[in-house]
T-cell receptor, first 114, second 117 residues
């Protein structure tokens, strides 16, 4: 069965600092990995996804993530945080064994301090 | 613009009442999903439907029911059997490939916040 662990339920950074949100997954077959962002009282918006091919994936709003199979990780980074990045971030995994249903991590709340 | 709409945005229910949450999409997606979100718990799958007139239970289906009579619509009923229904409910949709759910991303609606009084 697939699973996702997001290390750190709350991450706080200063504006302009590096953002690093950690995600580790468990999957018995090649995974498909996603990062979503959620602003308060709204739905989820896709930031980026890894399916096949290049392991460094670039997304919207300057975010990127790198798929590392050996470490079963898919950490999300952004070189310089902006106040508008404050939100909750969810990592998700799907694979063929689960009929491509998404399994979500518990989320990481990102706070950006001025 | 294509997208997913959910209504109402806020919903209040008395204990013992059934309530139905609406989800409509105009993305021409075959697959639709309902999730429940609780603080610190991430999203948990309630039900999903791959095609019209077909749906499957997710991880937490007890106390919920759905129907899929039209491709565009996937309403969720929260019944009185659901012991702790207060939560944020999210509807999503995705395409299918080759008759299967695919690895393509799911698109989410804005959510409905249900509170039981």
């Amino acid at each position: 069965a697939q699973s996702v662990t997001q290390l750190g339920s709350h991450v706080s950074v200063s504006e302009g600092a590096l953002v690093l949100l950690r995600c580790n997954y468990s999957s018995s077959v090649p995974p498909y990995l996603f990062w979503y962002v959620q602003y308060p009282n709204q739905g989820l918006q896709l930031l980026l996804k890894y399916t096949t091919g290049a392991t460094l994936v670039k997304g919207i709003n300057g975010f990127e993530a790198e798929f590392k199979k050996s470490e079963t990780s898919f950490h999300l980074t952004k070189p310089s945080a902006h106040m508008s990045d404050a939100a909750e971030y969810f990592c998700a995994v799907s694979d063929m064994s689960s009929n491509y249903k998404l399994t979500f991590g518990k989320g990481t709340l990102l706070t950006v301090n001025p | 613009d294509g997208g997913i709409t959910q209504s109402p945005k806020y919903l209040f229910r008395k204990e013992g009442q059934n309530v139905t949450l609406s989800c409509e999409q105009n993305l021409n997606h075959d697959a639709m999903y309902w999730y429940r979100q609780d603080p610190g718990q991430g999203l948990r799958l309630i039900y999903y439907s791959q095609i019209v007139n077909d749906f499957q239970k997710g991880d937490i289906a007890e106390g919920y029911s759905v129907s899929r009579e039209k491709k565009e619509s996937f309403p969720l009923t929260v019944t009185s059997a659901q012991k702790n229904p207060t939560a944020f409910y999210l509807c999503a949709s995705s395409i299918r490939r080759g008759g299967l759910l695919s690895y393509n991303e799911q698109f989410f609606g804005p959510g409905t916040r249900l509170t039981v009084l």
